[in-house]
Every structure is written in C-alpha cells, then in structure tokens.
C-alpha cells in the first residue's frame, strides 16, 4: 500500500464487526471490520441494495450504531465549530437548495454553524473557485448543468474544510464524459487537500481510476469481499483509462464480484 | 413553456363569453321564457345598474366576512399544519378532528354559529373559515412532510437547530404546497361567507350577497339574483387572483414553479 501521509496510526475510521438491521428486520450490513486510514482515498463497490449507503451513514452519524463498535476520529488537531464538523456528505444529486445562489448554497454548512458572514463568504469562494465555478458564483442551481450543480454539492461538502469526506455514487447520474471530468477533478482536489474520501460507486473504472484502495462488498447483507489496493501510478491523467495496468485493475474487482454472485443487482 | 401575450390569453375566453351572452339573450327572446325564470343578460344588467349602490354595498360586506374568514384559515391553517408536521403522534390524535372541519355540513351548524357569535360578520367569518380551513392544513402538511430527506440528513450533519431547519428549509420548501392550500381556501371562503350569510347574515347594515340572494328570490327578482351571484363569482375571483399574485411572488422569490 502507498504511503498516504496523515498519522497512519491513528486509523479515521474503525469499524469492528459493524452490522445493521433495519427497522422491518432485514439485515443490511454484517461483520463489518474495516480500518480507513487518515488522507486516503477508497473507493467502495457492491450490487444495489448491499448496504453501501447505510455504511457511509452509519459512519456520517445518520444511523445509530446498534451492532458491533465504530470509531470514527478523522480530525487533525482540535475541532474547530463542533463535534461533527469533521464529515461532509455528497449524495447521488445534488440536492441545493433552488432558492440560494450558489455562494449561498456553498455557504450554508458554515451558515448553520454560526460561523461569521464575511468569514462565511471568503470560505465558500474559495470552495468555489477549488471546484471550478468561480464565475458561477451569482447563479441560481436551475441555471446551472448536471455537473455544475453537482460541483457546487462537493464545494458545500468541503467548505467546512471535513476530515472525512463521504461521496454516496455522486456522479452515477451524469452522463459519462461528465462524470469522467468530474472524477479528474476530485483527483485532483483531493491530491491538494488530502481529505480521507470514502466513495461508494458502481462503477469499476471509476473505483479504479479515483482510489488508492477498493473494497468489494457482497449482496445484502452486506459484507467485505476484496479489500486491496489499486495498483496504479499516483499520478494519473485521463488517458491512463485506456492502459493495459488500467484493465488489469479493473478486472480484479470485476472477477471479486462475480465471484460472489454481487453482480446480479447491477 | 411558451410565454404567451396578453392577447392570446385574454382572447379566447372573452370570445366564449360574447358567443354565450348573446345566445342566451337571444334564446330567451325568441323562445319567450318568463323573466322569473331565466332573465335576459340584458335585463340582468340593467338590474346591475339600477341597484348598483346596494349591490356594493352587499359586495363589501361580503367580501369583508370573507377575508376575515381567509385570514383566519392562512393564520390558523398554516399554524395547525405546522404544529401537525411536528409529531406523528399529534398528527395521528389531531387530523381526523381536521378532517372533520372538511365534511362538516355548513348549513346544517350555522344556527349554532349564531348562537355562539352573534348574527352578522363574526358568524359569518367563521362560517367562512370552517369552509376554508382544511386545504390550507392539508396542503402546509404535505408540503412539510415532502421535505427532500437528504437535505434534512444535511441540516441534522451539520447540527441545524430546529428554528434554523423550519426557517431555512422546511417553510420555503412547503410553500408551493401552502401556496396551493391558500388559492382553493380563497374562492371556499367567498362560498363559506355568502352560506353563513343565509342563516347569520341579517343584523348587518348593510346586507351580504347571501341576503340579497334570498330577497331577490323571495320576489321573483331573477335578474337581481343573477346579478348577486355574478358579483358573487367576481368576488371570489378577484380574492383568487390577489392571492395568486401574492403567491406567484414569493415563490419567483423561492425560485419554485408555481
């Protein structure tokens, strides 16, 4: 595994024998024992339905933890505007609020938490302009496209400046060239930033080209089936899709969820 | 959608009109059918003009039970709707009480609405806002309950207080809902007056629509009765068309289809 910086001794998050049951008794997650290092990027795949989701928000604080033991310490230093401040969410659409511009939307996290005005604004603009949309600042999300909005979603997911940032299929409702650019993008924010992102996807390539490190889970219940690093360069340009090492990637983490029969709720 | 001029909006349904009135003018000439059963528009009209000061009259007084009916059901419906959308458990023991407001036969409790607020514009105000009051209820209700949940999941992640949440994503994401509930109690709360006025209506100065429905018909006076039902209608459109202004506002302020 590559060295990923951060106090690899101190893991973010630390699931032992995580589970959940839902309300109806169904179990979406069992046995869960997953350790996520500090400034790492990991990329989590697994058919419909097999408890990725209830996974990020288990560890978001979303849902409670009714079994096994999960620790998530992902903060560097002290916590500066309360005790969740370390986590931002991206889900699967953007989900801004229409009647915000984009500054406002960006700034809304901060908003929320009491931070000052003007101490709000220079943040979200530069949020902003991290994600690309300087000049968008002023507009409303009806005026913007799928993946403009999608990017001002991630600038509001950041700007709280998270330790740990969450991304629940983000672009999976994109249009593939989009969402191609847009993982070019967070590539390379998270190369400058070195958030830890856990990035659940349906998407091989997608898991292969973002992540230093890929986990396979199988059908509901959920489980661990492959946990590996992503044997690529670090430096990873778009045309690297194409390469035979690319492929090779690619294949490991198709032949672990066709073993496991995940495949059938693609 | 294709925005449309004026013209191609007001054309069609005053072409409907012109073709309506002159049928029924002619129709009844050429057909020669009492007066007291189907006046001629013209005669209509002209009993428009020859009671025009008490017709306003009756219009304002109207109009007065109906707004204060209104403004009972924005302020009152909106705020049960709220309070319902805080707890399933108060929805559960309240709703089917609110429900009843709907099915209540107005007619049939008006009497007691005298009894309890004194005839003329109390009564008649509630009996507007027992009519109007559920679809603000149920439209604030459903437009909070619909609330996108992952937004809700954000504000809770990021520690939004209760106040913060209402104000900044639960209200102005209800509002075309709300909007909705308001537009359907405006033209309810015209019907509500003028039925309050049939039984609570008479100790007015100056009697309501509903009143002068009644006299009109007491004497045969179709043509007045067609005149107070006219102004009637125009009543509750021009309290729809206020409160579709108003709406149509604020959400272009909230950015939300109207």
């Known amino acids: ?266 | 959608m294709a925005r449309s001029t004026a013209s191609s909006q007001l054309l069609p349904p005053l072409a409907t009109f012109v073709v309506v009135v002159t049928a029924w003018e002619i129709s009844v000439r050429v057909l020669d059918v009492p007066r007291f059963l189907v006046p001629p528009p013209s005669a209509v009209l002209a009993a428009l003009g020859a009671d025009l000061a008490m017709l306003a009259g009756s219009t304002l007084t109207t109009a007065r039970g109906a707004l204060f009916g209104f403004f009972l059901s924005a302020s009152i419906g909106t705020g049960a709707g709220l309070a319902l959308s805080l707890s399933k458990t108060l929805e559960r023991g309240l709703y089917p009480y609110a429900l009843f407001l709907q099915t209540v036969p107005i007619v049939a409790i008006a009497p007691l609405l005298v009894l309890w607020f004194g005839p003329g514009l109390r009564a008649v105000a509630v009996s507007a806002f027992i009519v109007s009051v559920f679809p603000v209820i149920a439209n604030t209700l459903s437009g909070l309950r619909g609330v996108d949940p992952r937004l809700k999941d954000l504000f809770r992640l990021y520690g939004a207080g209760r106040l913060a949440t209402l104000f900044k994503l639960d209200l102005p994401f209800a509002l075309p809902s709300i909007a909705t509930g308001l537009r359907v109690a405006s033209g309810l709360a015209v019907i509500g007056a003028i039925v309050g006025e049939f039984v609570a209506g008479f100790a007015e100065g100056s009697a309501g629509l509903g009143i002068t429905v009644l006299a009109a018909y007491r004497q045969l006076r179709t043509d007045l009765l067609f005149a107070a039902v006219i102004l009637a209608s125009l009543l509750g459109l021009t309290l729809f068309a206020a409160v579709n202004l108003v709406s149509g506002a604020v959400l272009r302020r909230f950015r939300t289809p109207t």
């Open chain 1, 1 to 266: 595994m590559p060295s990923l910086g951060g106090d690899a001794a101190q893991p973010c998050v630390r699931a032992r024998g995580l589970g959940h049951v839902f309300g109806d008794g169904t179990a979406a997650l069992e046995d869960i024992d997953l350790d996520i290092e500090q400034g790492s990027f990991v990329a989590l795949l697994g058919p419909s339905g097999c408890g990725k989701s209830t996974l990020l928000r288990l560890i978001s604080g979303l849902e409670m933890v009714s079994r096994g033991t999960l620790s998530v310490d992902c903060a560097k230093g002290a916590l500066r505007e309360g005790a969740r401040s370390g986590i931002g969410f991206v889900f699967q659409d953007a989900h801004l609020l229409p009647w915000r511009t984009v500054l406002e939307n960006v700034a809304l996290p901060l908003e929320l938490r009491g931070v000052a005005r003007d101490d709000a604004r220079t943040r979200a603009l530069r949020c902003i302009a991290d994600v690309e949309l300087g000049d968008a600042e002023g507009r409303f999300p009806d005026e913007l496209s799928g993946g403009m909005r999608m990017r001002v979603s991630i600038a509001r997911a950041l700007v709280t400046e998270p330790s740990l940032l969450l991304m629940d299929e983000p672009f999976a409702a994109l249009d593939d060239l989009t969402r191609q650019r847009l993982d070019e993008r967070l590539r390379d924010l998270w190369k400058r930033h070195r958030t830890t992102v856990l990035f659940v996807t349906h998407s091989l390539s997608e898991a292969a080209f973002l992540a230093e490190r890929a986990i396979v889970m199988s059908r509901r219940p959920g489980r661990i089936v492959l946990d590996r690093a992503v044997e690529l360069p670090f430096e990873r340009a778009g045309a690297i899709r194409t390469d035979v090492a690319f492929a090779r990637q690619t294949e490991v983490l198709y032949q672990a969820l066709e073993r496991h029969g995940s495949l059938d709720g693609f």
